[in-house]
C-alpha cells in the first residue's frame, strides 16, 4: 500500500513546514510514487528564461560551470528553483508510475508522453545525469525522475509536432493564453521582449485579437529582430530599444501609436529593471502584464504610484484554462511561425 500525499505536495516540504513546494527552500525529492502522484522519466528540462539566463551570466558562460550550478540547486533544494529569481521551468517526459488514487480520474497511463504545465520551482527533481545543455533556447537534456502532485498539470504531446516543437510553445504557454483574455478589438497593445519565443506567441495572438482597428507594437533589441517581425505579420510596428530604458521606449513607442497611450501592455523579457517600461507606455485605466519572472513586483507597484499611472498591473500567471490548446493552435494556425520555431528550436 502506497502512502497517501497532500493534494498540492504539502508532504514533501522539508523546510520550511506548513509552505507549499514552490516557496519551501527544500523538498523532499525522493523518487517514490505516492498514492495520488506520477512518477516520470525526464528527458528535457526547459529552463525559464529569465532563469537560465542568470544562472548562465552567473557562470561567465561556460556550459561546465552552468551544469554544476544547475546539479548543485537540484541537490540542495530537491527541485530546480532558482534561488536569484526564483522561476524554474518545465519538464517533458514519460509516465512511469500512475498512484492507485488517480486511477481512473486522469487521462494518462503509463508510457505517455507529457509536458509538465507546473514550475519546476514546485516539483521534486532528481537529475542522475546532465547530457547536453543548449544555451540560445534554454534546454537542458537529461536523465532524471520528476513527481507530479495531484493537483499538478500537464499536457500529452501532441502527435502532430516534433517534441521540441510542443515544449518550446508549451513552455510559455500561459503568455499568449492570457493575451486572448486580455486584448479586445480595437486595442493598442504594446509586447516588451516580441521577438522571444513567448513574445512571438503573443504579438501572433494578439494580431488576432485586435482586428482591423487595432494596432501591436513589439519592442525587440535589434533591428534585425524588427525585421523579422514586420516581415512575418506579427505586428503592425516593430521598435528597436533596450527595456531597461524607460524613457525610450516611452518616446518610441508612443510615436507609432499616433502620439497615444496604449490600452495594454505585455512584459515578457529576460532581464530585470524593465518594469518602467511596460508602465509609462500605458494610458489610465490600462492594463500592464507582467509575465516577465524578472519582474520586480514591488518596483513595479510603487514606479506606477510614483509617476502617477492608475493601471491595472497583472501578474504573469503561468497557467489558465485552456492555455496548452490555445498555445499549440497558433503554430497550427501560423505556418510561418511553426516553421521559424521549428527551425530555432529542434
Known sequence: MRKKGNKYGVHRVIEPKGLLTQAARKIDNTMECWSNEILCDVSALNIDSASFTQIYEACGRDLARTEGMILDIVAERGKLQNPVTGSGGMFIGTVREIGEDLAGKIDLKVGD???????LSLTPLK???????????????VEAQAILFESGLYAKLPEDMSEALALAALDVAGAPAQTAK?????????????????????????????????????????????????????????????????????????????????DLSILIVNVPACEMSAILPVRDNGTVYCFSMATDFAKAALG???????????IGNGYTKDHAAITLAELRENPRLRAYFEKKYL
Open 113 to 119: 508522453r507529457i509536458a509538465s504545465l507546473v514550475s
Open 127 to 141: 537529475i542522475d545525469k546532465i547530457k547536453a545543455i543548449h544555451p540560445e533556447i534554454d534546454r537542458v537534456d
Open 182 to 262: 486580455l486584448v479586445k478589438p480595437g486595442d493598442s497593445v504594446l509586447i516588451l521582449g516580441g521577438a522571444g519565443k513567448g513574445g512571438m506567441l503573443c504579438c501572433c495572438e494578439a494580431m488576432k485579437r485586435v482586428g482591423p482597428t487595432g494596432n501591436v507594437t513589439a519592442l525587440v533589441v535589434s533591428r534585425e529582430d524588427a525585421d523579422l517581425l514586420m516581415d512575418m505579420g506579427l505586428c503592425h510596428h516593430a521598435v528597436v530599444g533596450s527595456a531597461t530604458d524607460p524613457v525610450d521606449v516611452l518616446e518610441k513607442s508612443l510615436a507609432v501609436n499616433g502620439g497615444r497611450e496604449y
Open 304 to 314: 506606477a504610484e510614483g509617476c502617477g499611472k492608475d493601471v491595472t498591473m497583472v
